[in-house]
C-alpha cells in the first residue's frame, strides 16, 4: 500500500467527518480506520482512490445498528485533494 493511499484515505475519513458534524455526532464504518480504507477502497485508478462508505451516529457500527450515511470521495492519484461525490442518506446497493 503506498503512502498516497493512506493520505487519501485519511482525507476521505475526515472530510466525512467534518461533513457530518464532527466525531460527536458521526462515526465512518470501521474500514475507514484501517490502513489504506481497507474495503471502503472502492475502486484505485489513474483518476485516483475512490472510497465508499457507511457511517452513523457514533457507536452505530459496533452496537449492529444500521447506517444513515453514506458518503463517497474521490481523492487523487497523490492523495492531496478530493472531490465529495456523494453524501447523504444509504442508497440501495445493485445486486452484484
Known amino acids: 500500500m503506498s503512502e498516497a493511499q493512506m493520505r487519501a484515505a485519511n482525507l476521505a475519513r475526515m472530510q466525512a467527518e467534518l461533513l457530518n458534524g464532527g466525531l460527536s455526532k458521526y462515526s465512518p464504518a470501521n474500514c475507514m480506520h484501517r490502513g489504506g480504507g481497507g474495503s471502503?477502497?472502492?475502486?484505485?485508478?489513474?483518476?485516483?482512490?475512490?472510497?465508499?462508505?457507511?457511517?452513523?451516529?457514533?457507536?452505530?457500527?459496533?452496537?449492529?445498528?444500521?447506517?444513515?450515511?453514506?458518503?463517497?470521495?474521490?481523492?487523487?492519484?497523490?492523495?492531496?485533494?478530493?472531490?465529495?461525490?456523494?453524501?447523504?442518506?444509504?442508497?440501495p446497493q445493485p445486486a452484484p
Not at 463517497?72 to 456523494?86: A, H, I, K, Q, T
Open 40 to 91: 471502503c477502497l472502492a475502486a484505485d485508478t489513474p483518476e485516483g482512490f475512490r472510497f465508499r462508505f457507511l457511517g452513523g451516529p457514533p457507536g452505530w457500527d459496533a452496537r449492529r445498528q444500521p447506517a444513515t450515511l453514506e458518503t463517497v470521495v474521490l481523492v487523487s492519484p497523490d492523495g492531496r485533494s478530493s472531490v465529495v461525490e456523494y453524501n447523504g442518506p444509504v442508497r
